[in-house]
C-alpha cells in the first residue's frame, strides 16, 4: 500500500469520526468511504482496534504539524501561546469535522482504551516542541522559573476544549473567547513579580 493510499484510507477514518462514534462506525462504512475493499482493510490493520489505531497516529501527527507551524522559536511564549490559542479557535470554525474526530480520539473511552502510547506522543510533543519555549520565557525573563508548565497547559487546554464542545455541539453562548486576553490571564499568575511577562 502506497502512502497516498494509506492517508486515503486514514481519512476515511477521520471523516465517519467527524460524524459517528467509534461504535456507530462499521468496515464497511469505512470500506464504502475509502473505496477499499475490507479484506484489503483487514490485510493491513488485521482489525477494526488496528485501524483505529493507526487513525489516531495520523491525528497525532497532524495535530503535531499544526503545533510545529504555529509555534516559533524566536517569539516570546506569550505571543506563541497566542498564536496556539488562535489557531485552535480558528480550526473549530474552519475544521469542526476534523475537530470532532479529534475529541473522538481523546475522550471516547471505546477508542480510549485502545491508544495505549496517547500519552507518550502528548509527552514527546511537549518536550520536543513546548518544553524549549518555556525554557527560553525563562531564560529570558518572560515568567517565573518555578511556573508549572503542565498546570499552564492543563488551564489552557481545559478552557479550549470546554469552548470546542460548546462549539462542536452548537450551544448558545454570548462569550466569545478571545486569544489575547485568555493568555493574559495566564501571564497574570506566571510572570515574575513586578512585570507583565514581556520582553523589553
Known amino acids: 500500500m502506497s502512502d497516498e493510499q494509506r492517508q486515503k484510507l486514514l481519512d476515511a477514518g477521520i471523516e465517519l469520526l467527524s460524524r459517528k462514534t467509534f461504535t456507530e462506525i462499521s468496515m464497511d462504512q469505512v470500506a464504502e468511504l ?14 477494526k482496534e488496528g485501524y483505529y489505531r493507526a487513525v489516531a497516529g495520523r491525528l497525532f501527527d497532524i495535530a503535531e504539524g499544526m503545533l510545529e507551524s504555529v509555534m516559533q522559536t524566536d517569539l516570546p511564549l506569550r505571543e506563541n501561546l497566542k498564536r496556539y490559542v488562535d489557531m485552535r479557535l480558528r480550526m473549530v470554525e474552519e475544521q469542526p469535522g476534523l475537530v470532532r474526530a479529534f475529541l473522538s480520539i481523546l475522550y471516547d473511552p471505546n477508542i480510549g482504551l485502545l491508544l495505549d502510547n496517547a500519552r507518550e506522543r502528548f509527552d514527546a510533543m511537549r518536550a520536543d516542541i513546548l518544553d524549549p519555549l518555556f525554557d527560553r520565557a525563562v531564560e529570558r525573563g518572560e515568567i517565573d522559573p518555578g511556573t508549572n508548565r503542565m498546570l499552564v497547559l492543563m488551564m489552557m487546554n481545559s478552557t479550549l476544549i470546554a469552548h470546542t464542545l460548546r462549539m462542536t455541539a452548537k450551544l448558545p453562548c454570548e462569550i466569545q473567547l478571545d486569544p489575547a486576553g485568555m493568555v493574559d490571564i495566564l501571564f497574570d499568575g506566571i510572570s515574575p513579580a513586578g512585570t507583565d511577562g514581556r520582553i523589553q
Open 34 to 47: 475509502s473505496g477499499f475493499s475490507k479484506p484489503m482493510i483487514y490485510y493491513y490493520f488485521e482489525n
